[in-house]
């Protein structure tokens, strides 16, 4: 019985990391700022695409459309020329690339003990 409430909660999670709850996307929501953003906001119905740029030491995060997720379209309405940016589709998820990266590695690690558990 202890092996199936482990099988049970490892899904639970892999479910909550990989499914949407059908609510408006939720972004991190800073202009400029010099460190990581921690205010975030509801996107627009028409915006659906968190994106994140840095410029020098300024970061920009908002909600934006996945349309307009281009160097040009970025370039433009925000006047730069020199900048990085990412543009993501899950809520929070503009936070930062190494936040994105530990949780894509723990829903990898969660799957992965499903199967060993499994075998």
Known sequence: MTKMNCILVTACIVLVAFCSSGYALRCYHC??????CKT???????????????????????????SQCSMNDIAEFFQLDNFDFFCCQHDLCNEGAI?????????????????????
Do not use: H
């Open 31 to 36: 202009e400029n700022s010099p460190s990581l």
């Open 99 to 119: 936040l994105g990266l530990n949780k894509a590695a723990f829903s990898i690690a969660s799957v992965l003990t499903m199967f060993w558990m499994l075998l």
């Open 40 to 66: 975030n906001s509801t996107c627009l119905a028409t915006e659906d695409t968190c994106l994140q740029m840095k410029f020098g030491k300024l970061r920009t995060s908002s909600c934006w459309k996945a």
